[in-house]
């Protein structure tokens, strides 16, 4: 499956979602999206993993250095995922303690307090 | 599968994921489980990017070995001596992800060591024992 990330906004949250495998090769385009959307004024963002079959150490470094931009900036990161193989990397390096991790996409969105 | 599996990619960025396919394929070729073969996937991938996090310039091979003894199975992935960068000990994390990488690698193998082989090769090596 092709690497890709969905960008959009509801209300004033970014989601993303994204598609694929995240190495090192593709976290860079990661990293893009979540630039691109906090630049576009969202500093509450969904990182939606739930199409993701496998994310290595590359992607933790992406998703770490998103939710210390968005605390800085005042917002807030959710994840959604619900995948034993893609948790299982969460979990080893203790970072499914620092991240709010939700199973849907719904649950993230109402945890970040959408108004939808 | 009792044969050593020898393979040689390009060392950069976008063949990361032709490694993993095969390290996935030859796990469970010798006997791994499914949920076995998802670990050997998820440390190639990372012995993988650690070595290219050390490598300087484009161009080149990333040799992968894979040898199956008994119901263990050791993996090396050589970068050339030509393309190695070696800034600082190796085994010094020195980024937030490489540590996240090492940890995985030392979490998920049952001994793990990423080191500057005779000539100048940078070697990454781990082992499962008793799966399978």
């Known amino acids: 499956m092709d690497f890709q990330v969905d960008i959009h906004r509801d209300g004033d949250i970014g989601v993303l979602g994204v598609r694929g495998e995240v190495d090192v090769y593709t976290a860079p385009k990661l990293k893009a999206a979540v630039v691109e959307t906090m630049e576009g004024g969202c500093v509450r963002l969904v990182v939606d993993l739930s199409e993701v079959g496998f994310m290595d150490s590359s992607g933790l470094g992406v998703l770490v250095s998103a939710l210390k931009r968005t605390k800085d900036a005042g917002g807030a990161l959710r994840l959604v995922c619900g995948d034993e193989r893609v948790l299982k990397i969460f979990r080893i390096t203790g970072l499914s303690k620092v991240f709010a991790i939700d199973a849907s996409r719904e649950s993230a969105m109402s945890a970040m307090g959408a108004a939808s | ?132």
């Not at chain 2, 009792?2 to 994921?17: C, G, K, M």
């Open chain 2, 1 to 132: 599968m009792t044969e050593a599996v020898a393979l040689a990619i390009p060392a950069a960025p976008q063949y990361v994921a032709l490694a993993r396919l095969a390290a996935a394929e030859i796990a469970l070729k010798s006997g791994f489980d499914e949920a076995a073969a998802e670990d050997v996937r998820l440390a190639v991938s990372e012995a993988c990017t650690s070595i290219l996090r050390h490598a300087r310039g484009s161009g080149g091979l990333m040799r992968l070995q894979f040898r199956p003894d008994g119901d263990a199975l050791a993996v090396e992935v050589h970068l050339p001596a030509e393309r190695a960068d070696l800034d600082g000990a190796l085994s010094d994390a020195a980024s937030e992800e490489e540590r996240f990488g090492f940890a995985t690698l030392e979490h998920l193998a049952d001994d793990f060591e990423m080191i500057e082989a005779e000539g100048g090769d940078v070697v990454v090596r781990f082992t499962w024992r008793g799966l399978g």
